[in-house]
């Protein structure tokens, strides 16, 4: 069942009563109200999309029930509350996006048993509170979007354990600590996207390690130190953004390994030496 009207008001209840339903996509319509707990009568879905509604209230902890879920999309609605625990229930998910809401609270440790997980959106809420080091179990993630909220602490080192993933954007929250050495494991990254934090340290030549990254984002933190030679392995590097940091030395000129990149070295950069870089 999926949408093409622009449907409204509350999700009708006999919809919960369609206990052979697999395929149940309502995304895009003008849906409103709560999404019941009923919904746990449907345990043969495998695809539910929802986005992109008026749909508000917590997701209920029934949700957990549909074991045999792959895609669960609730992105672009009014959900509050927090991630309920009972959602690392489900073992066949693929595609998780719950993006664009209200959520608070943590991001639930039981999100480690969902090792089947491909692609996570959690972007866009007020999720507070550590990255779980269980994500260093997703071994098959090759999205993970966590940025805009307001999570802290440091990034785990556990994510380096991630070495499918090709897009991890953490961006515009409030972590702290040093960038892991082990995102240098990370050799699918395509995007790596670390900015508007409180990360310190210095930046781990490990990054050189990331010969498919296109763009690395790294402003608006508190990093120091020089910019490691390293960086100018990444010939497909296309984007580089340091600006708003507390760099110091020489610009390497291994960084005009990369062409015609765009670099972004401005702001708070002003105790870096210039050298000489061609990029052609």
């Given at each position: 069942?999926?949408?093409n009207v622009n449907l409204y008001g509350d999700i009708p209840?006999?919809?919960?009563?369609?206990?052979?339903?697999?395929?149940?996509?309502?995304?895009?319509?003008?849906?409103?109200?709560?999404?019941?707990?009923?919904?746990?009568?449907?345990?043969?879905?495998?695809?539910?999309?929802?986005?992109?509604?008026?749909?508000?209230?917590?997701?209920?902890?029934?949700?957990?029930?549909?074991?045999?879920?792959?895609?669960?999309?609730?992105?672009?609605?009014?959900?509050?509350?927090?991630?309920?625990?009972?959602?690392?229930?489900?073992?066949?998910?693929?595609?998780?996006?719950?993006?664009?809401?209200?959520?608070?609270?943590?991001?639930?440790?039981?999100?480690?048993?969902?090792?089947?997980?491909?692609?996570?959106?959690?972007?866009?809420?007020?999720?507070?509170?550590?990255?779980?080091?269980?994500?260093?179990?997703?071994?098959?993630?090759?999205?993970?979007?966590?940025?805009?909220?307001?999570?802290?602490?440091?990034?785990?080192?556990?994510?380096?354990?991630?070495?499918?993933?090709?897009?991890?954007?953490?961006?515009?929250?409030?972590?702290?600590?040093?960038?892991?050495?082990?995102?240098?494991?990370?050799?699918?990254?395509?995007?790596?996207?670390?900015?508007?934090?409180?990360?310190?340290?210095?930046?781990?030549?490990?990054?050189?390690?990331?010969?498919?990254?296109?763009?690395?984002?790294?402003?608006?933190?508190?990093?120091?130190?020089?910019?490691?030679?390293?960086?100018?392995?990444?010939?497909?590097?296309?984007?580089?953004?340091?600006?708003?940091?507390?760099?110091?030395?020489?610009?390497?000129?291994?960084?005009?390994?990369?062409?015609?990149?765009?670099?972004?070295?401005?702001?708070?950069?002003?105790?870096?030496?210039?050298?000489?870089?061609?990029?052609?």
């Amino acid at each position: 069942m999926s949408n093409n009207v622009n449907l409204y008001g509350d999700i009708p209840l006999d919809l919960y009563k369609l206990f052979k339903l697999t395929y149940l996509d309502l995304g895009g319509n003008r849906f409103s109200g709560f999404l019941s707990p009923t919904i746990a009568n449907l345990s043969n879905l495998s695809f539910l999309r929802l986005s992109a509604n008026q749909l508000s209230g917590t997701i209920p902890k029934e949700i957990g029930l549909l074991t045999g879920l792959h895609d669960f999309k609730i992105a672009i609605n009014h959900f509050n509350g927090s991630i309920p625990q009972e959602i690392g229930m489900m073992k066949s998910l693929r595609d998780l996006g719950l993006d664009t809401n209200d959520l608070t609270g943590l991001i639930p440790a039981s999100i480690g048993n969902l090792t089947n997980l491909a692609e996570i959106y959690l972007f866009g809420n007020n999720l507070s509170g550590h990255i779980p080091p269980e994500i260093g179990n997703m071994v098959n993630w090759r999205i993970l979007l966590l940025y805009g909220n307001q999570l802290s602490g440091h990034i785990p080192q556990e994510i380096g354990n991630l070495g499918k993933l090709t897009n991890l954007q953490l961006s515009r929250n409030q972590l702290s600590g040093n960038i892991p050495r082990a995102m240098g494991n990370l050799s699918n990254l395509e995007e790596l996207d670390l900015g508007a934090n409180n990360l310190s340290g210095s930046i781990p030549s490990s990054l050189g390690n990331l010969t498919y990254i296109d763009a690395i984002y790294l402003y608006g933190n508190i990093l120091h130190g020089h910019i490691p030679t390293e960086i100018g392995n990444l010939g497909r590097l296309s984007i580089l953004q340091l600006s708003g940091n507390q760099l110091s030395g020489n610009i390497p000129r291994e960084i005009g390994n990369l062409g015609r990149s765009h670099l972004c070295f401005y702001r708070k950069l002003d105790q870096l030496k210039k050298a000489s870089i061609d990029l052609h």
